[in-house]
Structure formats: C-alpha cells, structure tokens
C-alpha cells in the first residue's frame, strides 16, 4: 500500500506481515525485559522503515478509532 504524503511524495507503509513480525518483536522485547516498542520500532527499522511525524496519519481508517502502532511509520 501506498500512503500518499502531500502532492510531491508517496511512501510506502509496512504490509500486514510486516506489521504481525512487529508485533511479535515487541511481545518478545517485553518477554525479554524491554518495553514493546524498542522491539516493535527496532523492528520496523531494521526492515528500512521510518516513523515520520510530519505526514498525516497512514492508519488505514485515518486514525478514526485511534493510531496504531504502525502510524506514520513508512518507507521511501
């Protein structure tokens, strides 16, 4: 899926697989000691991506039940 980010730029944001894998590091992170998201976002990073807070949400419902963790987290 592409999340458009204005007029000039499109991104590319993490497929449902990626987002499961992510979610299993940051459950494993916390098994381990850690929080959730050191392994939830070291994760994403290590497959490229980046969370970006100055493009609008990319929460495939535009963030009208709440962001998920994969908000704003996209790759060029």
């Known amino acids: 899926m592409v999340a458009p980010a204005n007029a000039t730029e499109e991104f590319t944001v ?4 990626e987002v499961l894998a992510a979610l299993r590091a940051g459950y494993r992170a ?10 939830f976002n070291g994760w994403l990073e290590s497959l490229g991506y980046r969370r970006r807070d100055d493009i609008d ?11 998920l963790p ?3 987290w996209v790759r060029p």
């Open 57 to 67: 949400c990319t929460c495939p419902d535009g963030g009208y039940r709440g962001h």
């Open 70 to 72: 994969e908000c704003r």
């Open 30 to 39: 916390i098994d381990d000691g850690y929080g959730f998201y050191p392994g």
């Open 14 to 17: 993490p497929s449902h697989d």
